[in-house]
């Protein structure tokens, strides 16, 4: 049996939908929360924790801020939580066959359910629960056995692993261990137990026949010294009780590494826990709950444990419930385990789904790596098409007053334009979005035709082209921002940039034809001559005549690459707001800002402010900033 769904009414973020309820679809094997932090994903966790309780018997206590608080600012009374269990083995079955509904498949085959409803509610300053099964309307209370046949694995997120797999009473690795079919009803007639009795033995004839009986005859003597003479006392020594609990009790799970780390440690455990998941044949549920799976795991190790929970229990009886802050772990769990959670709802990403097509997802499975799988923790998306726009968008941001990582926006560079074979994960099948603002940045790609200074812009081509994009794109909260001229380059030497692009085309020019990837205060004194001197030269002449000389004639022509020229820029725009005098630093630090503690001239990024937000040509780069970061 697999938890199939969960709906939550007003318990914590969830609230209670007038039009939908909070539901939750799991599936068998793996299912990955993932989102960006307080979406609630932990959430969702806890409710499962309370409604079937852990193996491990972990105090669970439900509080007042358990109670969702709606937008009116009021607090609700009682929560729900419904939990439906289903596909069902016989031998699963036959242990809740009071509480199982029946019903029939397309093929005639019984098939049974199982739900639960948990309630708590809130009344005279105190706090009440209850738990029943069956139908919603005639459902019974639980007996303890049905209930212990329910409870999960949990592992918290920030474990202490070494702990949990030390030797202690009632230790985890004992409770594990116990459990386990090796030892299940097993008490007298394991060997466990068989050669402690015989180490016991040896034990004893050391302490009463060899070195040691000088030691024991000592305490013998002491102890007979001060009892009473009706007191019939004798001692010996033993390693341990001769029970199998309190062997298994005895014992560490440890690593044969000297001295080893959290990542191993974390490691062990995991191992164990799913142990007894795979191992477990009473008919009980084979649930694992793991928080924040990454915890204490390098990048790499993360991948491994990620492809062995994937290969070995999608087609198990297992079912593996986990939560993760991590882009490699995100872009290595297969999309059809994927459940995102953003603002309390629950959106699965499996292709039944989601726009996308199938080939899609192949697609997706192939190049959706660590830095593109980021956006699935993000309030925001832009999507770019290569390395120009994800270099340059992150400095006019700033100037804009929209700090990327501040508005918790993620930029991606797809490395082509088809953008829809990621941005439609982010639409329903039914054509709902699951509210996360894309922008879509790309070029239009009508180059204009050129004879001598001559210069047909092919502008019905243009509207076309960007209409079509639009048309394509612009879906729900996903939207296109296309250039309104041939190229991101082109359109900035149509703008009140063009100074700024071209010296940035001249300094990347020097910088990579040079050795080394710096410049000079001489070279860029050099540049800035260049450009004084172009810009006589553009006098008189229509702006997309000198936009096709500086992108066409100088970068494309001299085979300058668009990424060096990109960083330029940025450096260039980052400059023009510093306090160069305050920072007393020269036009060659420009490069390695990051290195020194500069600081902002307000007045000189309110001037470049205006200029970007209020220029026609690089408005569609300040819109699709706005749009991801919700501040149109």
């Known amino acids: 049996m697999i938890l199939s769904k969960m ?4 318990f914590r973020k969830f609230g209670r939908s007038s039009e939908t309820e909070n539901v939750i679809a799991f599936h068998k094997g793996l299912n990955a929360l993932i989102g960006e932090n307080n979406a609630g994903k932990s959430a969702i966790i806890d409710a499962i924790k309370l409604v079937l309780q852990t193996q491990s018997c972990e105090y669970i206590r439900i509080t007042d801020d358990d109670f969702h608080i709606g937008s009116n600012n009021v607090q609700a009374s009682e929560f729900s939580i419904d939990c439906v269990f289903e596909e069902f083995a016989d031998n699963e079955a036959k242990n809740f066959i009071e509480w199982l509904t029946f019903e029939k498949d397309d093929d005639g085959n019984v098939v049974y359910r199982l739900t639960l409803h948990f309630r708590a509610w809130r009344e005279n300053k105190r706090i009440y629960t209850e738990l029943k099964a069956g139908s919603e309307d005639n459902g019974i209370n639980m007996d303890a056995k049905a209930r212990e046949l329910l409870k999960c694995v949990y592992l918290r997120p920030l474990r202490d692993a070494a702990k949990e797999m030390r030797s202690g009473r009632n230790s985890r690795i004992s409770q594990i261990l116990y459990s386990h079919p090796v030892f299940k009803d097993k008490e007298g007639d394991n060997d466990l137990v068989v050669a402690l009795k015989r180490a016991n033995e040896d034990i004893g004839k050391y302490f009463e026949e060899k070195d040691g009986k000088q030691i024991l005859d000592s305490i013998r003597h002491s102890l007979q010294e001060f009892s009473d003479e009706s007191e019939a006392v004798d001692v010996g020594f033993k390693t341990s009780e001769i029970k199998l609990r309190a062997i298994l009790e005895s014992l560490s799970l440890m690593s044969s590494e000297v001295q080893p780390g959290l990542g191993v440690h974390n490691l062990l455990f995991i191992a164990a826990e799913l142990l007894l998941l795979r191992e477990e044949d009473s008919g009980s549920l084979k649930l694992a709950l793991i928080e924040e799976l990454e915890a204490h795991l390098h990048p790499q190790a993360q991948l491994r444990l990620m492809n062995y929970l994937q290969n070995e229990y999608d087609s198990s009886g297992v079912q593996v419930i986990i939560s993760t802050h991590s882009p490699i772990l995100a872009s290595k769990i297969n999309i059809k385990n994927t459940i995102l959670i953003k603002d309390a709802k629950a959106y699965d990403l499996n292709p039944a789904n989601t726009a996308l097509d199938k080939g899609d997802y192949l697609f997706l499975q192939r190049f959706l790596d660590s830095t593109k799988s980021n956006f699935f923790f993000a309030k925001g998306v832009i999507m770019v098409e290569g390395d120009a726009e994800n270099i340059l968008l992150p400095i006019l941001a700033d100037i804009l007053d929209c700090n990327l ?37 790309t070029d239009n790609d009508i180059e204009p035709n050129v004879r001598n200074e001559n210069v047909n ?73 260049a450009v004084d001197q172009k810009r006589a030269e553009w006098d008189g002449k229509e702006p997309c005549v000198v936009a096709y000389q500086i992108y066409h004639d100088t970068l494309l022509k001299n085979n300058i690459s668009k990424a060096i020229v990109a960083q330029c820029l940025a450096s260039n725009l980052r400059w023009a707001i510093t306090d160069t005098g305050r920072d007393a630093l020269t036009e060659d630090a420009k490069f390695d800002l990051e290195l020194y503690r500069t600081h902002i001239c307000e007045e000189q990024k309110l001037k470049l402010k205006k200029i970007i937000e209020n220029d026609d040509y690089i408005k569609y780069l300040v819109n699709a900033i706005k749009h991801a970061a919700g501040k149109e």
Do not use: C
């Open 7 to 10: 709906i939550i009414n007003n």
């Open 405 to 441: 990582e501040k508005h918790g926006v993620s930029l991606v560079k797809v490395g082509h334009t088809g953008f829809f074979r990621y941005s439609r994960i982010f639409i329903r099948n039914d054509q709902g979005t699951i509210g996360v603002p894309v922008s879509i940045v």
């Open 457 to 529: 812009e092919r502008k019905d081509e243009t509207k076309a082209k960007i209409s079509s994009i639009e048309e394509k794109y612009n879906l729900g909260s996903i939207r296109a921002f296309v250039a309104p001229k041939w190229t991101l380059e082109y359109t900035i030497a149509m703008s009140r940039l063009r100074e700024l692009l071209y010296k940035s085309i001249l300094e990347a020019q020097k910088i990579q034809n040079s050795e080394k990837y710096a410049l000079t205060n001489e070279k860029i004194s050099d540049v800035n001559k």
